[in-house]
């Protein structure tokens, strides 16, 4: 059982904006950044935003993540078929000698 | 371009060692902290340990720690996951992946290890 909790599944129509929920505690969340990653199957992860709210370069602004207090949110507006696939919170934590945490994992489907 | 490589998919009887790499390059490969990744089949990420390269200080999940070892070569850029008697349970895919800012930046293509009887 992962420390930080996601939905394990969320949906969307095509240019629907859909938001994946993390949440974690103050060991974690509450003090460290929160980063997000993309699995497609069959492809290694992909870090989709980084520092809460920050996106590497070629990623679209289509994404964007946000924090407060012991909880993160990943949206992802006019959502398109590519984005399907699994999402991944991850944060340091603590308690654990900075060891990196990572959320359940969220199936996103677009329908 | 920044990049890690890890060695080739491995199938092993439940029992045996084994040890797999990632190899890192165009990049300072002692300045950032290289973490390995399990994801068992059908489920979710795991954190299985990091290291940093240039002190070969570690930092190993509970879940795991006494079961695997981390270790890296700093002449050759790599750095390794190996086990010592591998069970079935083992069976997973493991990435490396390299920690800048708190964040996996780059990752390595996978290694699916198998063990099986």
């Known amino acids: 059982q992962s420390v930080l909790t996601q939905p394990p599944s969320a949906s969307g129509t095509p240019g629907q904006r859909v938001t994946i929920s993390c949440s974690g505690s103050n060991s974690n969340i509450g003090t460290n950044t929160v980063n997000w990653y993309q699995k497609v199957p069959g492809t290694a992860p992909k870090l989709l935003i980084h520092s809460n709210n920050q996106r590497p370069s070629g990623v679209p602004d289509r994404f964007s993540g946000s924090k407060s207090d012991t909880s993160a949110s990943l949206a992802i507006s006019g959502l398109q078929s590519e984005d399907e696939a699994d999402y991944y919170c991850?944060?340091?934590?603590?308690?654990?000698?900075?060891?990196?945490?990572f959320g359940g994992g969220t199936k996103l489907t677009v329908l | 371009e920044v990049q890690l490589v890890q060695s080739g998919a491995e199938v092993k009887k439940p029992g045996e060692s084994l040890k797999i790499s990632c190899q890192g390059s165009?990049?300072?490969?002692?300045?950032?902290?290289i973490a390995w990744v399990r994801q068992m089949p059908g489920k979710g990420l795991e954190c299985v340990g990091l290291i940093f390269p240039a002190d070969s200080d570690t930092i190993y999940s509970p879940s795991f720690q006494g079961q695997v070892t981390v270790s890296v070569d700093k002449s050759t850029s790599t750095a390794y996951l190996q086990w010592s008697s591998l069970k079935a349970s083992d069976t997973a895919m493991y990435y490396c992946a390299r920690r800048m800012e708190g964040a996996f930046d780059v990752w390595g293509q996978g290694t699916r290890v198998t063990v099986s009887s």
């Open positions: 991850a944060a340091l934590d603590d308690s654990l000698n900075g060891l990196v945490l």
């Open positions: 165009e990049y300072r490969f002692t300045s950032y902290w």
